[in-house]
């Protein structure tokens, strides 16, 4: 029936959730993932391949919807993914960790706490 899909993996070591390609919409899926399975230890969301916003915002969130997916998972960490290997909409290459930055410092939420991921870096956890 879709196109996108997202999973948790539960470890022994913890859960880890990928949220496939993913609008934010009303954030009810994110909420009932929370509810539903539990909170992740790490989320993996996608913070690029945004603009412009009237075309994407049903099938990729921005930085800022990004920071707010990790809330309402209550999530314990995330990373950014999605961004920055290939130019796939109009936003700048370097512009989604850009305001992934300002979203969580408006939040007062800790940089450590939601980089954006680049390929070939390891992140330990927190």
Known sequence: MALWSGFM????A???YFSGDTGYGS?????DVRRR???PDLALIPIGAY????FMCAQHADPNEAVQILEDLEAARAVGI????FRLTDEH???PPELLLKALARRGIAENLFPAGVPGLSYEPV
């Open 51 to 54: 603009a412009p916003r009237w």
């Open 82 to 85: 999605h961004w920055g290997v």
């Open 9 to 12: 993996l539960s470890t022994g």
């Open 93 to 95: 290459r370097d512009e």
């Open 27 to 31: 954030g009810h899926i994110f909420r």
């Open 37 to 39: 399975i539990g909170r």
């Open 14 to 16: 913890g859960h880890a």
